[in-house]
């Protein structure tokens, strides 16, 4: 909490705030509140995340790379500056095309 609070009303470049690691998904919590959680994720080129349903909407922001992320059996591929909701209650899932890294932004009111 206290490194949240470190970045509250300062400039910041999502790209240089989370690092990539080989073989590995990375993530970082930068708001956490009881409507909604900010999440900044970094994935190793082949890494995912397996399909899941949640119980919120969530706003997919590709900063860095490049996903496919599947919603309900439909493929889209992002890259870097483009965005995706992913309907609560529905499956989806992400894989990294090539290294990248997305912001999560979770809605829970």
């Known amino acids: 909490m206290n490194e949240q609070k470190n970045l509250v009303g300062k400039a910041l470049d999502l790209r240089e705030l ?3 690691q080989d073989g ?18 970094s994935f190793d080129e082949g890494q995912g995340l397996s399909e899941h349903t949640a119980p919120f909407d969530a706003v997919v922001q590709i900063v860095d790379g490049e996903a496919e992320i599947t919603i309900s059996g439909a493929r889209h591929n992002l890259k870097a500056g483009q965005m995706i909701i992913m309907p609560a209650n529905q499956p989806h899932a992400l894989k990294a095309i090539e290294r990248f890294k997305m912001l999560l932004t979770m809605i829970r009111a």
């Not at 919590?29 to 999440?39: A, K, P, S, Y």
């Open 18 to 20: 989370i690092q990539y």
């Open 24 to 41: 590995s998904v990375v993530s970082k919590t930068l708001v956490d509140r009881g409507i909604g959680t900010i999440t900044l994720f």
